[in-house]
């Protein structure tokens, strides 16, 4: 086993000074051929080369053409034949344009002496590239001025003259490789491996002088295909994506020839030069098999037509070996604040990299502090990989530098990149934020306990002067505990499970539905690299592409089914209360959103810090004045939560809307115009920043996919249609209710509008996407933005109006399946599993993957399903202890006789107690919110 070592230029310099020395003794001690020079192309190009011929040949190049072709020997045949390596580039140039090092492709030819067509393939690889060059072709400069083709067009010399396969020792020396040598059932690998000059030379050859190359092709003659690794194994190699997608394009745009790994696509093979380049060099390697047609001699037809399509995919792997590695990017390094460091990465190369690590060093290569974890990074794909850097400190001199493997095989070279200075940013480290943010968990603890002793004092004095007045019945109607405790882990457990009769079951179903909506679509998309630590899931990108799992790309619609349902409770219970008092309780309404909205969002924010590693907890303030939405989406603390932000602000404005339209007769038309209203809002925002029209997931983190989430995708004024097709629904449902339901038993038109939108919610859970729209026009594209959450809106809420008041069978059916009692726990529990789910993915899904996928190997997608099922449970699981502990408790609260100290009812109490209670049918205003 030969051992590789460091940068190869000094070692090949010396070997290519050596051997320029050897060539020009070589060739000018071979008169005799010198004399056959002349012989003409057009006889050469219907004849195979003999050893001799190919001499003349390869010397004619070095000759004609210095600039490009060096001709070296790399060494002897058994009988002693040179082994003559072209090396063909633009020696003008040292380095590419751009100063990098030239890409290196490595090609040979002739290890079966009697597989003529392979070799001359080789030869035609040459022959193209140098007269392409003479020529001016512009490709072919360009291939030249950017990459070194270093090309053997004959190992097998001695064997070529005999027209036999093996050499003179007649040993096949396509087996005679040091990796897994004679291992296999296979013919004459030589007595050991590399015993024969031959397969030594050309290993050396490769070690000394292009242990970097990022292709080699090695050719023969048999059955027409190309084999990648591995001969020795049936599995794909490490690196099949690269692979797959080499296949894939040739096969698509260049030619059908069968691309496939050696075992499966040949036969088993061990020793051979593919798997020994691929599996101790750590090439990207193929074997190139022309077909075997080669014993038609005499045919008029020239080789290099004859071969015109085997060259073409030559050129196209020639061209793009640029891609055929892994190249790290980075778009972004932040140094800070706090003790981590964040890299951004995209891999522009075809080749996946694992085991990655940033490291921190000085100009002379000491290393300063390296990151803890090693990351991979896939494909011409990007991460976001965040490091602990509590060790590291910058020094005048260092810089960052990336430390990485070309490819997944093991044996891949490994590269150290510099990370461009002006890419660093180091955010400046504030004390005082440091501190609030490492204690704003204690800070809002503080508050809470503060709060709630501050209540408890002023509950229990208002219970003793009052006490008397307190009818005695009127506690346990109310639904406070039994026993008249707030805290009663039992009625809450009770409660959890048990449906008051006057909650509305098809709204328990809708909204139990947009939960777990909305739970499976993030399970699925927080599976995306960027949270997996660079782990690739199949199943995660599949997803994008089978039709089948579109619904789950559509999850976020599930935010859009809590707007519908939001409006139309808050609507109907501000319009019931104005219809009955012609005014509105806002104290009362306040407060009662307050208690249940606020507290147990402060627990999920402490909770938050934990989970989130205190990420942008400095901005909790935000999230506390529900202001959290017109942040960055970059800059928010829980960013999920600026659903909630939308439905407080919708809180501040719909009952003003509402008082104001109570007595007009145009309430539909107004509403219908703020509907209009908000489409062209829409618009307005898209153009006025310049986003564009599609938004694809794919593009997550980019400043595009960033644009369009600041400014149309959390804020009100974008997104208030779902909320107000459900207040103009809860204005039917109260207003008109004697009218619709006559509607919906009508038969007339009914069938036909209910029909159509359980379709058009279909379709949308399902197909109506807008990267169908990717073709259509850019108008197309901006008008199906303006209004398309709102067609799925305003579709649901006919259905949930059908499934209220409708007496026919299919409104039976859905009343049916939303009634559901599987489902009422859930709607319970939507909330805070809202508040929970983001932040339990988002620390449990980078942990569990680089855990499973990464140390243990455990198969990606088996990992993502269990991932998903995981990390939902752990949400309810979660969801249910605040329910019990803080959610059900301060809903009780609000029955409290304090409460109406807060609502300026107090005096009410004692004497008008069913003014307190919820009518029959009103539906209960715990409004779960997205
Ligand atoms: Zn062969």
């Known amino acids: 086993m030969i051992v590789r070592h460091g940068p190869p230029s000094g070692a090949m310099r010396r070997w290519v000074a050596l051997l320029v020395f050897s060539s020009l003794a070589a060739s000018s001690a071979s008169p005799a051929v010198s004399a056959q020079i002349s012989q003409p192309d057009i006889i050469q190009e219907h004849w195979y080369h003999s050893y001799a011929t190919l001499t003349l040949d390869v010397n004619a190049w070095e000759d004609e053409y210095p600039e490009i072709v ?51 393939l080789a030869f035609l690889v040459a022959e193209h590239y140098i007269e392409g060059w003479a020529d001016g072709d512009q490709t072919v400069l360009d291939v030249l001025a950017t990459t070194e083709l270093h090309i053997l067009i004959m190992l097998n010399a001695d064997g070529n003259d005999f027209d036999t396969r093996w050499n003179i020792n007649q040993v096949d020396l396509n087996r005679n490789y040091d990796h897994y040598w004679n291992t296999c059932p296979t013919t004459q690998p030589g007595s050991a491996a590399f015993s024969e000059s031959e397969t030594l030379a050309n290993s050396e050859y490769m070690n000394e002088v292009v242990p970097h190359a990022d292709l080699y092709i090695t050719m023969h003659t048999g059955v027409w295909i190309m084999l990648y690794p591995w001969g020795k194994w049936p599995e794909q190699p490490s690196d099949w994506e690269m692979y797959h997608s080499i296949r894939d394009e040739v096969n698509s745009n260049i030619s059908e020839i069968p691309i496939r790994n050696a075992n499966q696509g040949l036969y088993p093979n061990c020793g051979t030069s593919r798997d020994y380049g691929y599996g101790v060099m750590g090439f990207p390697t193929f074997t190139f098999e022309t077909d075997d047609e080669q014993f038609l001699l005499g045919s008029v037809e020239a080789i290099s037509d004859r071969l015109g399509e085997e060259l073409d995919v030559m050129e196209y792997l020639i061209e793009n070996v ?13 140094v800070g604040p706090g003790d981590s460091v964040t890299l951004s990465v995209d891999n522009l190369g075809h080749a996946s990299t694992q085991n990655a690590s940033l490291h921190y060093e000085t100009s002379e290569g000491e290393v300063l502090w390296h990151s803890d974890v090693r990351f991979a990074v896939n494909a011409s794909n990007s991460t976001t990989v965040t490091f602990d850097a509590s060790n590291l400190t ?11 493997q070309k490819r997944v095989i093991d044996s891949s070279m490994w590269v150290r990149e510099e990370v461009p200075a002006e890419i660093v940013t180091t955010k400046a480290q ?98 995306n690299p960027k949270w997996t630590n660079g782990h690739m899931i199949p199943l995660y990108e599949s997803v994008f592409e089978n039709p089948m799992f579109l619904w789950l790309v559509q999850g976020g619609l599930g935010v859009d089914m809590f707007f519908v349902i939001s409006g139309f409770l808050i609507g109907a219970i501000i319009l019931k209360e104005i219809n009955r008092s012609d005014g509105m309780n806002m104290r009362r309404f ?111 983190g980019s400043e595009a996919w960033i644009g369009r989430f600041d400014h149309t995708y959390d804020n009100f004024y974008t997104r208030y249609g779902g909320l107000l097709i459900g207040v103009i629904a809860a204005w039917i449902h109260v207003n008109r209710k004697a009218e619709v339901e006559e509607y919906f038993n009508s038969r007339k038109l009914a069938p036909l509008l209910i029909s159509s939108c ?12 807008q990267r169908h729209l990717a073709d259509s026009s850019y108008y197309v594209q901006l008008s199906w933005y303006a209004i398309e959450k709102d067609l799925f809106g305003g579709s649901l809420a006919v259905l949930i109006m059908c499934a209220l008041h409708s007496k026919d069978s299919i409104a039976g059916a859905l009343r049916g399946i939303l009634s559901s009692r599987i489902l009422y726990p859930i709607a319970q529990l939507s909330y805070s599993a809202y508040l929970m789910h983001e932040m339990v993915m988002i620390w449990l899904f980078p942990i569990s993957s680089e855990f499973f996928i990464g140390a243990m190997g455990v198969a990606p997608n088996v990992v993502f399903v269990v991932n998903s099922i995981v990390s939902i449970l752990l949400t309810l699981i979660s969801a249910a202890i605040l329910y019990v502990t803080i959610e059900r408790p301060c809903m009780r609260f609000r029955k409290h006789p304090f409460m109406s100290r807060i609502d300026g009812t107090a005096k009410v109490i004692g004497d008008s107690k069913p003014k307190r209670r919820a009518p029959a049918g009103v539906i209960e205003a715990e409004v779960v919110t997205s």
Request: aromatic share 16%; charged share 20%.
């Open 394 to 404: 910058l020094a005048d001199g260092g810089g960052f530098f990336l430390h990485y």
């Open 758 to 769: 359980a379709l058009l919610v279909f379709l949308f859970a399902t197909f109506l996407e």
């Open 322 to 334: 640029w891609y055929w590695r892994a190249r790290l990017h980075v778009s972004s390094l932040d």
């Open 70 to 120: 060096k001709l070296l020997v790399v060494g002897q045949t058994e009988m002693g034949r040179n082994l003559w390596m072209l090396q063909i580039s633009d020696w003008s140039q040292e380095n590419r344009p751009d100063g990098a090092a030239k890409e290196v492709v490595y090609i040979d030819g002739g290890h079966h002496g009697n597989e003529h067509l392979g070799t001359e």
């Open 430 to 527: 504030s004390d005082s934020i440091g501190f609030f943010s490492g204690n704003i968990g204690l800070v809002f603890l503080f508050a809470v306990v503060l709060l709630s002793g501050i209540a408890a004092w002023l509950g229990r004095e208002e219970s003793g002067a009052n006490g008397d007045s307190v009818d005695p019945g009127f506690e346990s109607i109310l639904h406070i505990g039994d026993d008249g405790r707030i805290f009663d882990t039992k009625a809450s457990i009770h409660d959890l499970f048990h449906r008051p009769s006057f909650h509305e079951p098809v709204v328990d179903g809708v909204r139990a539905i947009a939960v777990l909506w909305v739970l499976l679509f993030h399970a699925w998309f927080f599976q």
């Open 590 to 700: 306040y407060a009662r959103r307050f208690l249940r909205l606020v507290p147990v969002y402060v627990v999920a924010m402490m909770a938050a810090i934990f989970f989130l590693d205190g990420s942008n907890a400095e901005n909790a303030w935000a999230n506390l004045l529900y202001v959290n939405n017109f942040l960055s989406i970059d800059d928010q603390f829980m960013g999920w939560c600026w659903s909630l932000a939308i439905e407080e602000q919708f809180y501040l404005v719909a009952p003003l809307f509402l008082l104001l339209m109570r007595k007009s007769e145009s309430f539909l038309q107004w509403s219908v115009a703020l509907m209009a209203l908000g489409w062209m809002l829409r618009i307005f925002s898209l153009e006025y920043h310049d986003l564009p029209t599609l938004w694809d997931f794919r593009d997550l």
